[in-house]
């Protein structure tokens, strides 16, 4: 992998470099929060953030999408709307480029998704290494890191940004701003293993997740599942801005007076009391304990059968948007122990 | 540098589209059973008619313009094809809305998809089919598979139950079955108030008494209600039939049946991508399966 560091000095010359390879796109301050936003100036982009409230699933996976318009005559005819922005994504965290490429296990997998493949070929990812604060815990699902799914990959080693180059495309990137990049040194190799070293250490978190699969059966008739039930709302935001959790739902609406409509997709969750309602009026997860079980079992348990992890990366955006303080780095944490009488 | 030709000449949306319905005209509605008909579907496009082939135990996503999209299993043989036929009880409001077209109206259908039963395996063994009400619908393409590839089978063993005579599923054709000596067609209702059903009466289990079976060399596929699987299971275990040859064809919530949209997992396992054919053992090491 080519690896190349930009003088921090220089950083905003390069964000007006990029803006030819699409619209430039960022974190910026909200209401006290973070949201991914298209820049109206390079000095609203805020790089040190801590997380965003949505996940940038929303630019490959967007909350409501039409697949199809329907006229009587031509049939389903596919809509291509949006598909062919070009967008540069830049600040996007290791956990959340991993979960991309989770994302991407899904949707470019058997039966790839075209509507998530087109847009995932257009909006290039700049990614940025970050300082985890007491909510994260992506160093225990493994996603602190990430070594593909990204077009260029900025450490911050002090004076410099250390940059792995991760596609001909964040190639071009690079040699578009002339001469702004700089071969690293053993210094600057140096610089960026401290880097690691702190950041390593500056986890308040830590979750198990070996043979956590197993736990999951083991406890899968625990009470602690009907503890959750009893507090869980069933209000789906730990979906909603969770950046691996995919489920969608698909809608047809009429135009009014015409036999025309559309299809649409839209984000869903398995929390919702609908989720696994058939029309025969059967449910197969009526109860509410039964719901949040599967969201955890289907996250740790049911995606390492199928992908061979967990679909979680520790982004902690769940725990930030529980209403009732469900925590899942607790939970996970309550399934492991021997003495916790409530798991019975 | 990226050249914006790239861009304007990739469209997998237009050209490599799973969720694109393909439009099919419904040539035949048979009103088998009240709110259970049959509808008969040709693809518009001829070439698709004559080249779409799908295995028993498959099934397919049925759009109805404007209402919605759902899955339905597919009740024809691929020995038979050129045509689809689709066994839809009313129940919801898409199935409604279906309910209210005639024949040569048009639907979407994409598919087929699922695994479907495992035929490989199936052939030179003796086959079991056992259903209750609306299970007969997967059922019926196994059925006709096994019937059509005649020599290809060992003792073909139906066993169906419905509530009623007039409740029957498929009845005529399978009553028409019962006389042949190729295989061993059980039909029995709950309960023949008429008086005209010259078939069995009585719960469904009880047909074991009319059929040989050797657990060691047949495939049993079973589908119907809750009541039916709580029953039939229980009776092939006690035969001892190993739990990786009772299979069982289940039902979900689906949106997009190729694996994304989430809806239809059961436990670790998309009812979709690796059912809807499941194994008893599946069945065991799933839990909320049945």
């Known amino acids: 992998m080519k690896i190349l560091k930009l003088p921090k000095g220089k950083l905003d010359l390069f964000a007006s470099v990029v803006q030819q390879f699409g619209e430039l796109h960022a974190p910026v301050e909200q209401d006290g929060k973070y949201v991914f936003k298209r820049l109206a100036r390079w000095p609203d982009a805020r790089l040190e953030y801590d997380r965003t409230i949505l996940p940038p699933k929303k630019y490959f996976l967007p909350p409501r999408e039409t697949l199809f318009r329907y006229r009587p005559g031509e049939g389903f005819v596919p809509s291509t709307d949006g598909l062919d922005q070009r967008i540069v994504l830049f600040g996007v965290h290791a956990c959340d480029v991993y979960a991309i490429n989770i994302l991407d296990q899904v949707f470019l997998g058997k039966y790839k998704d075209p509507y998530y ?26 996603a602190d890191f990430v070594d593909h799914g990204f077009d260029l990959f900025f450490y911050d080693t002090g004076d410099y940004y250390q940059a792995l180059v991760g596609t001909a495309l964040g190639d071009d990137m690079v040699l578009a701003t002339g001469n702004l990049f700089e071969p690293v040194g053993p210094a600057d190799i ?8 702190n950041k390593r250490r500056a986890f308040h978190l830590d979750v198990e997740i070996r043979d956590l699969s197993e736990i999951f059966e083991m406890e899968y008739e625990s009470g602690i599942w009907d503890q959750l039930g009893r507090k869980c709302l069933s209000c789906g935001s730990c ?71 967990p679909s979680c990366v520790g982004c902690g955006r769940c725990v930030s948007a529980c209403p009732v303080n469900i925590d899942t780095a607790q939970v996970i944490d309550r399934l492991r122990r021997v003495e916790d009488v409530g798991s019975r | ?17 799973p969720y694109q319905p393909h439009m099919a005209r419904i040539v035949r509605i048979h009103k088998m059973v009240e709110n259970n008909h049959l509808f008969t579907l040709r693809f518009l496009e001829d070439q698709l008619a004559h080249s779409f082939r799908h295995q028993p135990g498959q099934f397919i996503m049925l759009s109805v313009p404007g209402a919605g999209e759902m899955p339905i299993s597919i009740s024809s043989s691929p020995s038979r094809p050129e045509v689809l036929e689709l066994c839809v009880r009313r129940v919801g409001r898409v199935t409604d809305a279906l309910y209210r077209l005639k024949t040569n109206d048009l639907v979407g259908v994409r598919g087929p998809y699922g695994n479907g039963y495992p035929m490989q395996e199936i052939m030179a063994n003796d086959v079991l089919l056992a259903a209750g009400g609306l299970g007969m619908a997967p059922l019926r393409s196994l059925l006709w598979y096994a019937l059509d590839h005649r020599d290809k089978f060992g003792n073909i063993t139906l066993m169906y139950g419905a509530k009623r005579p007039e409740d029957m599923l498929f009845r005529e054709e399978l009553v028409a079955l019962v006389d042949r000596t190729d295989i061993n067609c059980l039909l029995t209702v709950d309960a023949d108030p008429s008086g005209a ?86 069945a065991i090491n799933l839990p909320e399966m049945i």
């Open chain 2, 197 to 282: 059903w010259k078939g069995h009466v009585g719960l469904l289990p009880a047909l074991f008494d009319y059929a040989k079976i050797d657990p060691a060399r047949t495939y049993a596929a079973v589908c119907g209600p809750p009541v039916v699987y709580k029953f039939i299971l229980q009776r092939l275990l006690d035969l001892g039939f190993p739990k990786n040859r009772i299979l069982m064809s289940l039902e979900r919530r689906m949106k997009c049946g190729v694996g994304k949209c989430g809806h239809c997992s059961i436990g670790y396992k998309y009812t979709c991508m690796q059912g809807p054919i499941f194994t008893y053992w599946d």
């Open chain 1, 190 to 197: 140096d610089a960026y293993k401290e880097r690691s070293w």
């Open chain 1, 117 to 142: 493949q087109a847009r995932r070929r257009n909006i290039a990812i700049i990614g940025i290494d970050c300082t985890p604060d007491k909510q994260c815990f992506c160093r225990s699902m493994r």
């Open chain 1, 239 to 309: 979906s909603m801005v969770c950046p691996t959790c995919y489920c969608y739902d698909v809608s047809d609406d009429v135009e009014l007076g015409s036999r025309a409509g559309k299809r649409t997709r839209s984000w869903d969750s398995c929390l919702y009391f609908n989720h696994a309602l058939v029309a025969s009026g059967e449910n197969f997860r009526r109860d509410r304990a039964s719901r949040i079980k599967f969201r955890f079992y289907h996250k740790q348990r049911g995606f390492v059968a199928e992908y061979g992890r």
């Open chain 2, 1 to 17: 540098m990226l050249v914006a030709d790239e861009v304007a000449t990739y469209h997998p949306v237009l050209t490599e589209n």
